[in-house]
């Protein structure tokens, strides 16, 4: 059966956006925002900032498992921080080797590292090393930094160094992301490899996701950014439909709960201008494929209190309802 993994991305899917994609969608497993590594052995605190999900056994409220990113150039540190997630529950490690943002680069962290094959392979052995056996070590990779010259020796050094299974965003840092996703390239690095390669990269639907998996050769997937935008992807990829399955009246209800998830935002202390501008973030990005949410975006962008997009999702809900009345009345006449 094809694996869908919900993708870290930094900013976007936080601990409540899990919570709620995970609740709903059908995700095998997710990966958190990647946490920063750099000469000091974290504190809990910050684990458990980053992922709530450790206190309730390494898993959303839904259960699916939540597998802890870290980022760095540092092996003494990051096997340290590994071994401290995974004491504190984490059920896997990722690595990230994808991050394209110039000021993680510039500290030598993220992608800027698929031009140093061999550091990675240090990275990646240490930190298997470091963490018992029976937990997986993976490791997310672009297909290079400004070129492609270093893929396969990134992919195979990533493999030599015990990870379990490799992620590719199929582009490279220089291309962002910029569309198209280079799919076919990394049908090389399945072939190559004897672990999981899982492919990543500009799957916003079903027909993507066979495309892609059709190009790469590789049977799972990463989800990232239509996630967000449909939340009935996973859906749709496992019943081979390109049609939505969720009706607006789904989403609307996904919406509130959104905004009911306070204490899943960093901690009860956040503030609601915060958890406001979250949601505004995801309701725009889901107006570019949903006409409601594009309405509702006219409404809810000018809005500066909580409880005033509470109410205006109210009005929504009934509205929607109403619709969901009126269609089911329309099929039985």
């Known amino acids: 059966m094809v694996k869908l993994v919900l993708a870290p991305m930094e900013g976007l899917t936080d601990p409540l956006m899990r919570d709620l994609l995970s609740a709903t969608g059908a995700f095998d497993w ?3 925002e990647f946490i920063r590594i750099t000469d000091s052995l974290l504190p809990k605190s910050t684990f458990y900032l980053a992922c709530p999900e450790l206190a309730n056994g390494g898993k ?17 540190m990051l096997a340290a921080n590994a071994y401290r997630a995974v004491e504190l529950g984490a059920p896997a490690i990722d690595m990230n080797f994808g991050c394209p943002a110039k000021t993680v680069n510039r500290h030598r962290g993220g992608s800027v590292l698929l031009d140093e094959p061999e550091t990675i392979y240090q990275l990646v052995k240490a930190v298997r090393e ?13 297909l290079g930094y400004m070129d492609r010259n270093f893929t396969l020796d990134n992919a195979h ?22 569309p198209p996703a280079f799919w076919d390239q990394v049908r090389p690095i399945r072939e190559a490899l004897k672990i999981n390669v899982i492919a990543n990269g500009e799957i916003w639907n079903n027909a993507d996701a066979k495309q892609c ?33 969720f009706s607006w009246f789904d989403l609307v209800q996904m919406q509130l709960r959104f905004l009911d998830g306070r204490a899943l935002l960093y901690g009860p202390k956040t503030t609601e201008s915060r958890l406001l501008g979250r949601y505004k973030q995801w309701l725009a990005m889901m107006s570019t494929h ?33 619709q969901l009345e009126q269609e089911a009345c329309l099929k039985l006449n």
């Not at 050094?157 to 910029?178: F, N, P």
């Not at 005033?308 to 509205?319: G, I, N």
Request: proline share 6%; glycine share 4%.
């Open 213 to 245: 998996q059709s190009e790469s050769s590789c049977k799972d997937l990463m989800i990232g950014r239509a996630a967000v935008t449909t939340p009935d992807i996973t859906h749709c990829i496992r019943q081979d439909s390109d049609n939505p399955l």
């Open 157 to 178: 050094a990533i493999e030599d160094a015990g990870a379990a299974w490799l992620t590719v965003h199929a582009r490279t840092k220089a291309e962002g992301y910029k």
């Open 60 to 76: 959303t409220a839904a259960g699916t498992p939540v597998h802890v990113q870290l980022l760095g150039n540092n092996p003494d």
């Open 290 to 322: 949903y006409p409601e949410a594009k309405a509702l975006w006219q409404h809810i962008k000018v809005i500066r209190l909580l409880s005033d997009a509470k109410s205006r999702l109210q009005q929504e809900v009934t509205k929607a309802s109403r």
């Open 30 to 32: 997710c990966v958190t």
């Open 130 to 142: 470091a963490v018992p056996a029976e937990v997986p070590v993976s490791a997310k990779m672009r």
